[in-house]
């Protein structure tokens, strides 16, 4: 019997934004309670990839 090959297919899709202070502040004061400081200490972010799942309706 011969293996059937699978094949997966996956659509990314990359949103890039740059964000002024206000902006900034504000996305830092809502994911801060999700963070906390690792091995490599206080170091500055230039990129970050963030996953959103959408809620669930009720």
């Known amino acids: 019997m011969e293996k059937e090959k699978i094949i997966s297919v996956m659509k990314r899709y990359e949103l890039k934004y740059l964000l002024n202070s ?19 200490g206080l170091t500055s972010i ?13």
Do not use: C, G, N, W
Not at 22 to 40: A, G, T
């Open 22 to 40: 206000e902006q900034l502040q504000y996305f830092m004061d809502h994911i801060s309670r999700y963070m906390k400081v690792d091995k490599y």
């Open 46 to 58: 230039a990129s970050i990839y963030l996953i959103l799942t959408p809620k669930k309706k009720r």
